[in-house]
């Protein structure tokens, strides 16, 4: 087996996917049908590279060898429909017949073109008119690259259950005629915000992970942060998505520090900042400051993102500002109204004003049926609980998180805090 070939296919196909779906799907305006003939290019290496070697760009090769299957079908069908007279209009098509060893011209010449394929496909793989969770789905399917059986491990959701939400994701944007293009106007700050949804729910699963035995999902958090990376480049007057970049980009910056050698989750307060990743924060604070020149008044994503900053910035949790991050949370609050925010509010207005500043705001929110399931919410009343010397309620509270909690590394660091509430986990 030439397993070596094999590997470099694999990993050429992670990279290059999104982009050759992107172009053939603009060529065929069908994105399961462009996947099927992106599918054929990857079979037709699979089938050469091992007799004939890698070829010197082999992106360029399966891009080529999907566009002349691509050429190939648009034939066919217009051969079925009596139009042949038509094909030799189609420069589009025309100019996809080359032969792959000699595309890379070609390929530095359209890479504007390609941009645009992207930011199409993204547009249409987090349509509205799908179900949040086929959205996500589709979305790591095509961009990402993963397979369904990656994503049903991430997700912790049986295989054909992911399957099913493709295929039925790929037949309701064909039924709903959905166009393979970039909105304009009011319509693209709409689907804007749908396509940020997805990328910042992907990174958030990965980030701290629903079920399981790990408490965070590092490849899918790469591959949400990829995704912002993307989106940022194709969309640069965007300030949400210049936003959502730097959000990711600083969150992503702790992920070394948030567990311990034992794989145990380590929460802010108690992590070491020398193990947070500097070129990650860097590259957060550059893309808030682009967010933050291209609109005055921020979004979500940039408010969440200069709340991360002020954590980026402090050298430890007794120097952090909270007084502007729970100001900031106040502003996320008008901004994006929800509960977890408010209970986000409540730990910063604890560090800034006491305690009981912050139980107050608790409280408040133990009517909230949205919270009703929500460990954080039983978790942040303990912790405060326990600073106030009330040691036996923050027991009962910290017990009452852990028997919520889906997470087995959340479970057990709730059931650490039960045991020892008034001291550090």
């Known amino acids: 087996m030439h397993s070596a070939t094999h590997d470099a296919i694999a990993a050429v196909w992670r990279i290059e996917s999104a982009r050759i779906v992107a ?29 004939d070697g890698v070829p010197r760009s082999p992106g360029a090769w399966l891009m080529a060898a999907a566009k002349n299957r691509a050429l190939d079908y648009l034939r066919h069908a217009r051969m079925r429909e009596g139009k042949l007279e038509e094909i030799g209009a189609d420069l589009e098509a025309q100019e996809a017949l080359v032969v792959p060893d000699f595309v890379d011209a070609l ?6 073109e390609i941009g645009d394929d992207l930011l ?9 008119v799908l179900a949040t969770e086929a959205r996500v789905a589709l979305t790591l399917k095509l961009l990402a690259g993963l397979t369904t059986h990656e994503i049903a491990r991430a997700y912790l959701v049986p295989e054909p259950t992911v399957a099913q939400r493709i295929v039925r994701a790929k037949r309701t944007l064909g039924e709903a005629k959905v166009a393979f293009e970039v909105p304009r106007g009011e319509e693209l700050g709409r689907r804007l915000a749908s396509v940020l949804e997805v990328i910042y729910l992907v990174f958030n699963e990965g980030y701290t992970a629903t079920a399981g035995d790990d408490w965070m999902r590092t490849s899918l958090m790469e591959e949400a942060l990829r995704l912002a990376r993307i989106l940022a480049q194709l969309a640069p007057r965007e300030a ?13 910056s702790r992920t070394r520090a948030r567990t311990d050698a034992q794989g145990r989750a380590v929460l802010l307060a108690h992590q070491d900042r020398g193990r947070w990743d500097w070129l990650l924060i860097r590259r957060g604070l550059a893309a808030l400051e682009r967010s933050e020149a291209l609109s005055p008044q921020r979004g979500p994503y940039a408010l969440q993102a200069a709340i ?3 954590h980026a910035r402090a050298a430890s949790v007794e120097t952090t500002d909270w007084k502007r991050i729970a100001a900031l949370y106040g502003e996320l609050a008008r901004a994006a109204p929800s509960p977890v925010v408010q209970l986000n509010r409540a730990v910063a207005v604890s560090m800034a004003e006491g305690p009981e500043a912050g139980l107050a705001i608790i409280d408040a929110l133990a009517q909230e049926k949205s919270l009703k399931n929500y460990h954080w919410l039983p978790s942040v009343k ?20 852990a028997a919520m909690a889906t997470n087995e590394r959340e479970k057990e660091l709730l059931a650490q805090r039960a045991r020892q509430p008034q001291g550090r986990p």
């Open 23 to 51: 172009v053939v799907a603009r060529m065929v305006r069908d994105i399961g049908l462009a996947e099927d003939l992106a599918q054929d290019a990857l079979v037709a290496a699979l089938e050469h590279w091992p007799a």
């Open 107 to 112: 390929d530095a010449a359209r890479q504007d």
């Open 120 to 128: 199409r496909l993204i547009f249409t793989a987090c349509h509205p």
């Open 240 to 252: 949400e998505a210049q936003g959502l970049a730097a959000l990711l980009e600083l969150q992503a």
């Open 308 to 310: 991360a900053a002020c």
């Open 382 to 401: 303990a912790d405060l609980l326990a600073k106030l010397g009330r040691h036996e309620e923050a027991r009962a509270e910290f017990l009452r998180a």
